[in-house]
């Protein structure tokens, strides 16, 4: 039997009776109980002993995308906007390694209430997983679909993120080091996926 190292490290912290929780220091609006309200800016304090970053397993109930946000690791810092202390509107999430102190993920994605909702863009950054960035699109906090930089199908998911996200769009078009245009950075094989059931968009 064959076991998935990240499916089963995921099981064994949702199992857990206490959970470890990440510090941080936070600069930005409140509201009136001094809970994250309007734009700020988290940046989280590194503890060597956290080895998964439970706040953001919590923000959804579909256990693919748990072990999907697990793999991205543990966030540095967190530019977000918040809505009585949850995340709510565009955020720009810096992830590292559980054994690494430095970022090497951005995440660009949108929150309502707390969960993600819509397209997000998963970005490598440093070393070598810069070559390869990830689309996505959560719908509820599951993920319903998604589209790499080097996928030979790539050119007609961009046409309809155009359409429906013009952010996330942007960032794909000119702020990434291996843009999802280059046409030498195709695979002859096509690894996007789509739920077609639940991916609506035209």
Known sequence: ?????????VFKILKKKNKDILGFKYDGDIDKVGLPHGKGKKKFIYNEKITYDWEMLKSTNDFNTQVFLYGLGIRVDETANYKNGLRHGEATLAFRPDDHHEENTLFH?????????GYALQQGIYDTNFREHLVLYFL????????WCN?????????????HDSRIYNITSTDLE???????????????????KKFKLK
């Open 1 to 9: 039997m064959v076991v998935d190292p990240e499916r089963n490290a």
């Open 109 to 117: 994605c949108t929150f309502a209430d707390g969960v993600i909702n």
């Open 140 to 147: 509820n906090g599951e993920i319903v679909h998604h589209f």
């Open 151 to 163: 996928d030979k199908s790539r050119d007609r998911h961009l046409k309809k993120l155009k359409k």
């Open 178 to 196: 291996v843009w999802f245009t280059d046409e030498d950075n195709i695979f002859p094989h096509d690894r996007s996926w789509t739920n077609y």
